[in-house]
């Protein structure tokens, strides 16, 4: 995950004025990765699903990254069962709040059948929030708690590829997959993460000229059977969006947006990668089908 600011200005302006018009896909999406516990969402969260829903995405994951944003994401998903599911875990950011007390709550999450993996877990030697000794520490005890739960893991990773990779393939053989969230780095971080076993999950970066135009290629070479579809928002806006939103904050309803851009650059119709990337989601995150023809 890399953050934007989200101004209080620019929560105003997603208030009064919705987003351009998503285009519509045939095949249903799931975002992967949607922060829908963030207070950005806080005075729009129902008119935030609605608009996912009409623009074909049917599912989305919400992304805990905090004990608090954990538990909000369990109450979330009992709102709207069947098309909310969550994560519970400590984004590396917090990696000192994880004490034995709130892995034990995360513990207790994880058996609640709304949270599909533990996460968002990893190292961040980017913004360096939190020592780098207790991101690590963090990133083991989350690790060991998808061993025992047998739920995959949402994992982090900026600028600590050689420690996080040391630690993951320690613990790779007792868990049951999971998924490079956000992927942003290059060809060699892909080669390690597809070796492994990881799934890729690919954002709106991907639509930055400035930082996410090596992507365009990258994403090539991810088989289709594990490339994911994600938002991250309220982060990561689609810089190429027409007409361009007049606030910066990110919502589940441009998936669509990013899948057309994924799918040009890899050479594929949209409706197929829609397609692909969905079951894909399914199958390593378990999450049920759903009639989206039926979904109001």
């Excluded at 034990?104 to 980017?126: F, H, K, N, R, S």
């Excluded at 197929?272 to 894909?280: C, I, K, M, N, Y």
């Amino acid at each position: 995950m890399t953050e934007n600011d989200i101004t209080p200005t620019a929560q105003a302006v997603c208030l009064r004025q919705p987003p351009p018009s998503a285009q519509r896909i045939v095949a249903p999406l799931i975002d992967i990765g949607i922060n829908l516990a963030h207070d950005s969402y806080d005075a729009d969260r129902d008119a935030v699903i609605a608009r996912a829903t009409a623009a074909g995405v049917v599912q989305m994951i919400v992304t805990g990254s905090s004990a608090a944003s954990s538990r909000l994401g369990v109450s979330l998903c009992r709102q709207h069962p069947g098309r909310l599911f969550a994560t519970a875990g400590v984004h590396p950011h917090h990696a000192t709040e994880l004490t034995s007390s709130v892995l034990a709550e995360l513990g207790a999450l994880t058996a609640e059948p709304q949270i599909l993996a533990v996460g968002e877990c990893g190292l961040d030697y980017y913004r360096n929030y939190a020592p780098h000794t207790a991101q690590q520490e963090a990133f083991q005890r989350q690790l060991e708690l998808a061993a025992r739960c047998g739920k995959p893991v949402f994992l982090h990773q900026r600028e600590s590829h050689e420690d996080f990779m040391a630690i993951l393939r320690e613990h790779w053989p007792a868990l049951c997959g999971g998924v490079a969230h956000c992927f942003t780095g290059g060809a060699a971080e892909l080669d390690c993460y597809l070796e492994l076993g990881l799934a890729i999950g690919i954002t709106g970066w991907i639509c930055d000229e400035r930082r996410g135009a090596h992507l365009l290629e990258l994403v090539r070479r991810i088989p289709a059977d594990r490339l994911l579809l994600e938002t991250d928002g309220p982060y990561l806006l689609p810089r190429d969006l027409t007409p361009k939103p007049s606030a910066r904050r990110n919502e589940p309803a441009y998936l669509p947006h990013i899948a057309t851009v994924v799918a040009r650059a890899r050479g594929e119709p949209v409706e197929a990668l829609a397609r692909t990337s969905t079951e894909t989601a399914r199958r390593l995150f378990r999450i049920p089908e759903i009639d989206f023809r039926s979904v109001p």
